[in-house]
Antibody
Framework: QVQLQESGPGLVKPSQTLSLTCTVS??????????WSWIRQPAGKGLEWIGR???????NYNPSLKSRVTISIDTSKNEFSLKLSSVTAADTAVYYC????????????WGQGTLVTVSS | QSVLTQPPSASGTPGQRVTISCSGR????????VNWYQQLPGTAPKLLIY???HRPSGVPDRFSGSKSGTSASLAISGLQSEDEADYYC????????????FGGGTKLTVL
């Protein structure tokens, strides 16, 4: 069974760049059937899809975040990463990484989530 | 404002059957499959239904999904107290180079 674990700073200053890494175990990022995704959830609110990456490096992003988001992948370390630039308090949320089966597919395994707070 | 529309709340008594609706448009539900997630308080979301009506291993058959046109539904029969959670629908949207869209979530209360 695939396991995912988010890591990164829990506090980021406004206007700076949020950086998170998701380490995958029990499976390979080179699996041809899978995409690797980031999803976030502000406190008390719903889920917001941020974007995803395929093993080839091909990405899809949420149109509302596209100008600020970069997702990258390092198959040698079996991890993928999220960078969100120019953050504001509105970016404060629990950030989840997840495996995504197939091109229009479902998120079958999720990390436990990590809270990132944007504050000076 | 979420792209997929769900009722913010639903409720039922133990043993009852409840349904949660999810409304979208042709670019998402109309052309792609719908997935449902259950989020228990303080935990990460869990895949509940995939590809409209399939249950992952370990999900009780009390949970079922359906899709028609640009709408989908999640049904829970034999409601149990442990079903109290937030439920989200999601689908791929073909517009704007493609992206996933979620519903706003439905909080299910077991009375």
């Amino acid at each position: 069974q695939v396991q995912l674990q988010e890591s990164g700073p829990g506090l980021v200053k406004p206007s700076q760049t949020l950086s998170l890494t998701c380490t995958v175990s029990g499976g390979s990022l080179n699996s041809g059937s899978y995409y690797w995704s980031w999803i976030r959830q502000p406190a008390g609110k719903g889920l917001e899809w941020i974007g995803r990456i395929y093993t080839s490096g091909s990405t899809n992003y949420n149109p509302s975040l596209k100008s600020r988001v970069t997702i990258s992948i390092d198959t040698s370390k079996n991890e993928f990463s999220l960078k969100l630039s120019s953050v504001t308090a509105a970016d404060t949320a629990v950030y989840y990484c997840a495996s995504t089966y197939d091109s229009s597919g479902y998120h079958d395994f999720w990390g436990q989530g990590t809270l990132v707070t944007v504050s000076s | 404002q979420s792209v997929l529309t769900q009722p913010p709340s639903a409720s039922g008594t133990p043993g009852q059957r409840v349904t949660i609706s999810c409304s979208g448009r042709s670019s998402n539900i109309g052309r792609n499959t719908v997935n449902w997630y259950q989020q228990l308080p303080g935990t990460a979301p869990k895949l509940l239904i995939y590809s409209n009506n399939h249950r992952p291993s370990g999900v009780p058959d009390r949970f079922s999904g359906s899709k028609s046109g640009t709408s989908a539904s999640l049904a829970i029969s034999g409601l149990q107290s442990e079903d109290e959670a937030d439920y989200y629908c999601a689908a791929w949207d073909d517009s704007l180079n493609g992206h996933v869209v979620f519903g706003g979530g439905t909080k299910l209360t077991v009375l």
